[in-house]
């Protein structure tokens, strides 16, 4: 079962940048780590994915832990927009999504 | 660029209906995926196909439920007879068939049965 742990939810204040936690202890030696969000009634949406290396894209940057147990999401500046339920994930073909963190930006 | 393309976007039908929900994928791509959205139970993969071939239907709740990809471009998902358990937003994914690809979503259809 490809478990992950993330908290149920934060908070942050708009334009400063948000830290998203995700263990995911029992994560295979081949698999990427993937993080999708999903804004409100509209279906999940891809962020970022890595293997060893820190990954930066245009949405996020995502930190991952030498020993790949954990990771970071880091939205570098929040904005209102970025109101979303958070999903960190590990696996091949088969993505098990969570419950995600609950992230509520305060303006 | 089209995304993935699902309809209905909303269904709302009695229980004991034939319900068919329908996908097309990104173009191009060659994995599609089925998941189903329910406030008890979250985000749940329901089958995968890999060209036209379905992989992996472990999801895929009882025999109710059945899912079909005649070719690449289409897609649907079948449920006979509908009960009111099953309502939910049902949404399709599509990617280019490796497991570091992202998964590119539709806008889901939201179904209830009565």
């Known amino acids: 079962d490809a478990k992950t742990t993330q908290p149920n939810s934060m908070e942050s204040n708009e334009e400063e940048p948000v830290h998203l936690p995700c263990n995911h202890s029992t994560i295979s030696g081949t698999d990427y780590i993937h993080w999708y969000r999903q804004l409100p009634s509209q279906g999940p949406e891809y962020v970022i994915h890595g293997l060893t290396s820190n990954v930066n894209n245009r949405m996020a940057s995502l930190a991952i832990a030498e020993d790949r147990k954990s990771s970071t999401l880091i939205l570098h500046r929040a904005t209102l927009r970025d109101a979303a339920v958070y999903y960190c994930?590990?696996?091949?073909?088969?993505?098990?999504f969570g419950t995600g963190t609950r992230l509520t930006i305060i303006p | 660029d089209a995304g993935v393309i699902q309809s209905p976007r909303h269904e709302v039908t009695e229980m004991g209906q034939e319900v068919t929900l329908r996908c097309k994928p990104i173009?191009?791509?060659?994995?599609l995926f089925w998941y189903r959205q329910t406030m008890m139970r979250g985000l749940e993969l329901l089958i995968y196909?890999?060209?036209?071939?379905?992989?992996?239907d472990s999801g895929m709740p009882e025999d109710r439920f059945s899912a079909k990809m005649p070719n690449a471009s289409f897609s649907t998902l079948k449920i006979q007879p509908s009960e009111p358990r099953d309502s939910a937003v049902y949404f399709c994914?599509?990617?280019?068939?490796?497991?570091?690809?992202?998964?590119?979503f539709g806008d889901g259809t939201r179904l209830s049965i009565l």
């Open positions: 994914a599509s990617n280019g068939g490796t497991s570091n690809q992202p998964q590119h």
């Open positions: 994930m590990w696996g091949g073909d088969k993505l098990t």
């Open positions: 173009s191009g791509h060659n994995s």
């Open positions: 196909f890999n060209n036209n071939v379905p992989i992996d």
